[in-house]
């Protein structure tokens, strides 16, 4: 089991910029493909980024592209993510989520196992 915990959300102008955190406990956080994921009111959970084992490399999704930084730090067991110049059509819930399956990049949220409690990003126009 890992349990995953994210903080960082909250009420941004547009433009502005947030960093997420995701603190993971549990297994060894290095084993575990770390992606994060946004839920919009009424709408799917959406892919947003991913990272791989050691960092090495990162994959976003096309409408995060240039403005959003997915990072680890294993030897602190925790993801960031840092969005800059927030749109408010990034207004969302978003998810820390983790996979075992060795498979990279990957952007299928059925794929990945463990998932925090979501913090909610609000970006007003």
């Known amino acids: 089991q890992v349990q995953l915990v994210e903080s960082g959300g909250g009420l941004v102008q547009a433009g502005g910029s947030l960093r997420l955190s995701c603190a993971a406990s549990g297994r060894t956080f290095s084993r575990f493909v770390m992606g994060w994921f946004r839920q919009a009111p009424g709408k799917e959970r959406r892919f947003v980024a991913a990272?791989?084992?050691?960092?090495?490399?990162?994959y976003y999704a096309d409408s995060v592209k240039g403005r959003f930084t997915i990072s680890r730090d294993n030897a602190k067991n925790t993801v960031y993510l840092q969005m800059n110049s927030l749109k408010p059509e990034d207004t969302a819930v978003y998810y820390c989520?983790?996979?075992?399956?060795?498979?990279?990049?990957?952007?299928?949220?059925?794929?990945?196992?463990?998932w925090g409690q979501g913090t909610q990003v609000t970006v007003s126009s």
């Open positions: 990272i791989s084992w050691n960092g090495g490399s990162t």
């Open positions: 989520a983790a996979t075992e399956l060795p498979l990279f990049p990957n952007s299928d949220y059925a794929t990945y196992d463990y």
